[in-house]
Structures are given as structure tokens and as C-alpha cells.
């Protein structure tokens, strides 16, 4: 029987990933791979949006291949590559690009939030389709701030379907869980991520005192309860973290916290979080001082992504009517 495909991508920005990528994305991906088979890419070419300077692109790619083996993806068991190691990635975005409405793409709240920005932010979605739509993937684990890009993906992978004949298989809806978009501390109306960095994001290679310092000083609520709350976003957020962290559900939580303050309950939600990330931090090390293996991981992953997405695009460029050259 062949197993379910799975894929997911993750920008190569930021100082390290941080500990939403891993709530929301990186640990299910790990728990993913036996039942599974996986692809995961680093979203170089879509890193290019914040126009990264290129040795800091170039460095942060390869760490991001540690970063995510340390965090428990398994080469021997899932292919990891880079989304520029494999052109078709941009060609097939061309294809899609055309079959989507200007006004379709301009709804999508990544560009708004954004306030406009470049042709490549406008693009950023229909990538983001045709990397899912290569692989014919049949689930894609993400953060809940990506169900829209899925959405799009979706449609228009049934749209070039009904124009073109059966050639994409549609993704999964979003099947992430509730309460795992984590916000930043210093300001829990926004999520956490890495381009905002700053004090209120805490990155999965963060010094231990660095992740307590962070931790200690997030934005709190007013009132003295431990407990999940509208008028509370950030001791919810603490809440998600440390039940993450510990594998404890909420209302547990809040029950042991009940009639603690916010100081104890804080030094807890750093603690938790540091050993979360201890191994992570520790696997780290070992892999970053082996540069050329990680360049065979991803020369391996590209050798196995290549395949698939040759197939794809040969289909591609019949279905749509692309003269083929000559061989
Ligand atoms: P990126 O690098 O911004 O995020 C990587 C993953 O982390 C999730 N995430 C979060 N989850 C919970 N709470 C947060 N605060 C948080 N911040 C980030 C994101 O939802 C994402 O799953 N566009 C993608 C990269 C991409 C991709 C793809 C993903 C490109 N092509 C194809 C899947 C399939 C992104 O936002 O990456």
C-alpha cells in the first residue's frame, strides 16, 4: 500500500527557527515520518521576498537543514531539499499563476498584512500552490496562519483539474489543532515570528538564560489567574506553551496553577522550555560542524524531489498544451 504523501516548507530566515515554527509545524512534521512519506523543503525562494543578503541566505539555508534534523526530521526517512534546488518549483508557479485571479491573490491577508509590498509577496501564494501541487501531496502540516495560502491551493489545483483533466491531487484542508498559534510575548495580540524577532520571539537555539529572560518578561494580563481567557492573550499564550512543552492539557494546568501567581507559573513555562529544546540545542551543534553532510542531505533530497517534480511538469506541459522540443 503506498503511503499518504506529506509536505511542508519552511523560510530559511530569522537567527534560528523559532518556537512557533516548531509548535505549529516542525514537531508534527517529525511525528509525521513513519506513516508517511514526507518531503520537506526550505523555502529559499521565498525567503527572497524580505531580499535576505545572500551570504546570510546562503548560511541560514544550510543551518536550517540542522536545525530541522535536530529537531527530529530523519533524512533516512524523509526527503529534505531546497525549493531552489528544483526549478520546476517557479515554472509550475507560472502555470498556476495564470489560472489565478488578481483579485483572489490580492485577498490574501499575508499581502495585506503586509501592506503591498513586492511582486514577488503578491506571488508568494501561488509558489507556496505549486510547491504543495508538485509533490500531488495529500496532507500539509502548517500553522494555522498559512490555512488561507492551502485554501488557495485547493482551488486552484480544482480549477486547472476541471480546465485541464485530473492532474493534481487536492491537499487536506487545514487540519492543524486550535491554540497552537503561538504569540509573540512582548505583544500577544500578533503571532510570534522570525521577521519581527525581538524579545518576544524565542528562537529554538536561544541560550538557556536567554529563553528565561524572554520568558519571564512577557506581557502578562492584569489579575492574578492562571487561566485561558479573551481578556487574557498573554498567560493563554504561556498556557500554550507550557501544555505544548509538557504534554499536560490546559485545564490541568490551570487547575495546578490555581491560587499561584504569575511568577511561579512563568519560571515553570521557562523551564518547560528549555528542556523542550535541550536535545534540539545539543543535536545542533553536532550537525552544524559537518557542513558537507548537510549538503549531502539536500543532494540526496534533490535527487528524490527532482524525480517527482520532472514527472509532474512532463504533465504538466501536455496537459496545457507546451509544444515539447525535439529531443
Ligand atoms: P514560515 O517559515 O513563515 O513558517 C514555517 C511554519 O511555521 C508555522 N508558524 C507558526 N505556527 C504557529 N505559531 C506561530 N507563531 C507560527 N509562526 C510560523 C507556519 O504556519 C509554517 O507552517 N509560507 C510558508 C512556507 C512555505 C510552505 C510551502 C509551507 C512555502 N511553500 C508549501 C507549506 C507548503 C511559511 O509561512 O513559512
Request: glycine share 12%; hydrophobic share 40%; net charge neutral.
Given at each position: 500500500m503506498t503511503r499518504p504523501r506529506v509536505l511542508s516548507g519552511i523560510r530559511p530566515t530569522g537567527e534560528s527557527f523559532q518556537l512557533g515554527n516548531y509548535v505549529g509545524a516542525v514537531r508534527h512534521w517529525a511525528a509525521m515520518q513513519d506513516e508517511n512519506e514526507c518531503f520537506f523543503f526550505l523555502a529559499d525562494l521565498h525567503a527572497l521576498t524580505e531580499t535576505?543578503?545572500?551570504?546570510?541566505?546562503?548560511r541560514r539555508t544550510r543551518e536550517s537543514v540542522a536545525e530541522l534534523l535536530a529537531m527530529g526530521v530523519d533524512p533516512a526517512r524523509s526527503t529534505v531539499f531546497a525549493q531552489s534546488h528544483i526549478p520546476e518549483h517557479p515554472e509550475l508557479a507560472w502555470v498556476l499563476g495564470c489560472l489565478t485571479g488578481f483579485g483572489e491573490a490580492s485577498r490574501m491577508t499575508q499581502f495585506k498584512e503586509k501592506g503591498g509590498g513586492t511582486v514577488g509577496l503578491f506571488y508568494y501564494p501561488v509558489l507556496q500552490a505549486a510547491d504543495i501541487l508538485m509533490y500531488q501531496?495529500?496532507?500539509v502540516p502548517i500553522g494555522e496562519d498559512q490555512r488561507q495560502h492551502l485554501e488557495l491551493t485547493r482551488d486552484v489545483a480544482a480549477r486547472f483539474n476541471g480546465r485541464y483533466g485530473e492532474t493534481f491531487t487536492l491537499p487536506g484542508a487545514y487540519a492543524g489543532k486550535p491554540g497552537e498559534r503561538i504569540k509573540d510575548l512582548q505583544d500577544p495580540a500578533?503571532?510570534?515570528?522570525?521577521?519581527?524577532?525581538?524579545?518576544?520571539?524565542?528562537w529554538v537555539l536561544d541560550e538557556p538564560a536567554v529563553v528565561t529572560k524572554k520568558v519571564k518578561s512577557a506581557v502578562t494580563d492584569t489579575g492574578r489567574e492562571v487561566r485561558v481567557?479573551?481578556?487574557?492573550?498573554?498567560?493563554?499564550?504561556?498556557?500554550?506553551?507550557?501544555?505544548v512543552a509538557t504534554g499536560k492539557a490546559v485545564p490541568e494546568l490551570e487547575a495546578a496553577y490555581a491560587g499561584k501567581g504569575y511568577?511561579?507559573?512563568?519560571?515553570?513555562?521557562?523551564?518547560?522550555v528549555v528542556e523542550m529544546f535541550a536535545a534540539t540545542r545539543a543535536r545542533y551543534v553536532e550537525l552544524i560542524a559537518d557542513p558537507a553532510y548537510l549538503d549531502e542531505v539536500l543532494a540526496?533530497?534533490?535527487?528524490?524531489?527532482?524525480a517527482v517534480a520532472r514527472t509532474t511538469m512532463t504533465t504538466v506541459r501536455e496537459r496545457i498544451g507546451l509544444l515539447a522540443p525535439k529531443p
Open positions: 535576505p543578503q545572500p551570504d546570510a541566505l546562503r501531496a495529500n496532507a500578533r503571532k510570534m515570528s522570525k521577521t519581527i524577532g525581538g524579545s518576544g520571539t524565542v481567557s479573551d481578556d487574557k492573550p498573554g498567560i493563554t499564550n504561556l498556557l500554550t506553551i507550557l501544555s511568577g511561579d507559573f512563568k519560571a515553570d513555562v521557562a523551564e518547560a540526496a533530497g534533490a535527487a528524490t524531489a527532482g
